[in-house]
T-cell receptor
Framework: DAGVTQSPTHLIKTRGQQVTLRCSPK?????VSWYQQALGQGPQFIFQYYEEEERQRGNFPDRFSGHQFPNYSSELNVNALWLGDSALYLC?????????????FGPGTRLLVL | AQTVTQSQPEMSVQEAETVTLSCTYDTSESNYYLFWYKQPPSRQMILVIRQEAYKQQNATENRFSVNFQKAAKSFSLKISDSQLGDTAMYFC??????????????FGKGTKLSVKP
């Protein structure tokens, strides 16, 4: 039973560039959430996708956008990168239609913006 | 605003001993779940234990147990018989089931636990 997978594992970009991060949920899960974890901090919620729509959004600017595909995998896009976007980006999957609400995390993508 | 506070940035414990990590949270919601996640240096976030707010009985999972005090909004994690593999960042988190933040985890800043041989 495959867990949550993310790609790439590491990424280096320069200011102003755009980046796309990818996530495949745990088998059987239909909901994907994205979090940003700055160094030494707890993860901050970016947004959540369910049934290919953004269901919840945290306090992040419109430069952060996402997509969910029919197979439940998801992408996180960040435009016009700032130095402050350097962080670990975590994807988590869960079952949207149940009350368990337990989210299972992937290994993350480490983004460095120079 | 809904917040989670972990007042101990770092803790250490001797192998085989018991340690308790503190967590308090602030919410006006009455329906929510609470979690402890572990993030080892390899960075994969792993679920340790979960507590439903409507349940009075404290959750246990092998060597891990919680002390859930709903009125005090406190949710501490006790690790018994600590092992070297327990060395990690521990994050307390909760997820409201209703309201504007339903469905997303709200994390504390974490407690770095070191288990010493």
């Amino acid at each position: 039973d495959a867990g949550v997978t993310q790609s790439p594992t590491h990424l280096i970009k320069t200011r102003g560039q755009q980046v796309t991060l990818r996530c495949s949920p745990k088998s059987g899960h239909d909901t994907v959430s994205w979090y940003q974890q700055a160094l030494g901090q707890g993860p901050q919620f970016i947004f959540q996708y369910y049934e290919e729509e953004e269901r919840q959004r945290g306090n992040f600017p419109d430069r952060f956008s996402g997509h969910q595909f029919p197979n439940y995998s998801s992408e996180l896009n960040v435009n016009a990168l700032w130095l402050g976007d350097s962080a670990l980006y975590l994807c988590a999957s869960s079952l949207g239609g149940t009350i368990s609400r337990t989210q299972y995390f992937g290994p993350g993508t480490r983004l460095l913006v120079l | 605003a809904q917040t989670v506070t972990q007042s101990q940035p770092e803790m250490s414990v001797q192998e085989a001993e018991t340690v308790t990590l503190s967590c308090t949270y602030d919410t006006s919601e009455s329906n929510y779940y609470l979690f402890w996640y572990k993030q080892p240096p390899s960075r994969q976030m792993i679920l340790v234990i979960r507590q439903e707010a409507y349940k009075q009985q404290n959750a246990t999972e092998n060597r891990f147990s919680v002390n859930f005090q709903k009125a005090a909004k406190s949710f501490s994690l006790k690790i018994s018989d600590s092992q070297l593999g327990d060395t990690a960042m521990y994050f307390c988190a909760f997820i409201p089931l209703l309201g504007g933040s339903q469905g997303n985890l709200i994390f504390g800043k974490g407690t770095k636990l070191s288990v010493k041989p």
